[in-house]
């Protein structure tokens, strides 16, 4: 079956500009999960939905991160006034329940910020 | 604090060989792991997991050990083969009041590169 994807895989941005990164999460799974990967580093958790609702957003950097899940399925993780520091590989992935541990993981999207 | 680290950060095999990838943990209050592996420019890809009530968890062509007494975890990969070269990652997850919160922690992750 369809694993989770995630558009665009890759994105090159400028300074200062707004970026916005989707995931598609397999059909059913209610938890949906994104994290960031610096290179030669394991995945950073950045912030988790149970349904619409962001159960945990401790994870997030700052107040220019912000994510979405409207209906429950798709997810938008949207970063503000972008700073070279951003580039990174972000990852999403999701379970069937939060009570269900197994995350799958999407091909993730690869920012560069220049 | 919290953290997920491994011994080594790269592991070289031949073809045929076992291959064991270690990972040290610190949070004596995580109660699940997870072994994970990456290939160049691909998302993690589950492998296997084990539960704190558990010290062993057989998969196909690997195993997952558990000590919690040293708070140490390691994968265990059978007749390793070209295709298992990528990079492993150990995770935890810290299940709070019976409830997982789903919220892995990641180590640095171990390159694994097996010889024809």
């Known amino acids: 079956g369809a694993g989770v994807s995630q558009t665009p895989s890759n994105k090159v941005t400028e300074k200062g500009k707004y970026v916005e990164l989707r995931c598609d999460p397999i059909?059913?799974?209610?938890?949906l999960y994104w994290y960031r990967q610096s290179l030669g580093q394991g995945p950073e958790f950045l912030i988790y939905?149970?349904?619409?609702?962001?159960?945990?957003d401790s994870g997030l950097p700052n107040d220019r991160f912000f994510a979405v899940r409207p209906e429950g399925s798709v997810s938008t993780l949207k970063i503000q006034r972008t700073e070279r520091g951003d580039s990174a590989v972000y990852l999403c992935?999701?379970?069937?329940?939060?009570?269900?541990?197994?995350?799958?993981f999407g091909p993730g999207t690869r920012l560069t910020v220049l | 604090g919290e953290s997920v680290g491994l011994h080594l950060p790269t592991l070289s095999v031949q073809e045929g060989d076992n291959s064991i990838i270690n990972c040290a943990y610190s949070?004596?209050?995580?109660?699940?792991f997870i072994w994970y592996k990456q290939e160049s420019g691909k998302g993690p890809q589950f492998i296997i997991d084990?539960?704190?009530?558990?010290d062993k968890r057989q998969g196909q062509r690997v195993t997952v050990l558990l000590n919690k007494t040293v708070k140490h975890l390691s994968l265990q990969i059978a007749a390793t083969q070209p295709g298992d070269s990528a990079v492993y990652f150990c995770?935890?997850?810290?299940?709070?009041?019976?409830?997982?919160?789903?919220?892995?922690?990641f180590g640095q992750g171990t390159i694994l590169t097996v010889h024809p």
């Open positions: 992935a999701s379970s069937p329940t939060t009570f269900s541990d197994t995350q799958y």
């Open positions: 059909s059913g799974h209610t938890a």
């Open positions: 939905f149970q349904g619409t609702g962001a159960a945990d």
């Open positions: 949070n004596s209050a995580s109660d699940y």
């Open positions: 084990i539960r704190s009530n558990m």
């Open positions: 995770a935890e997850n810290i299940d709070a009041g019976g409830t997982s919160y789903g919220k892995l922690t």
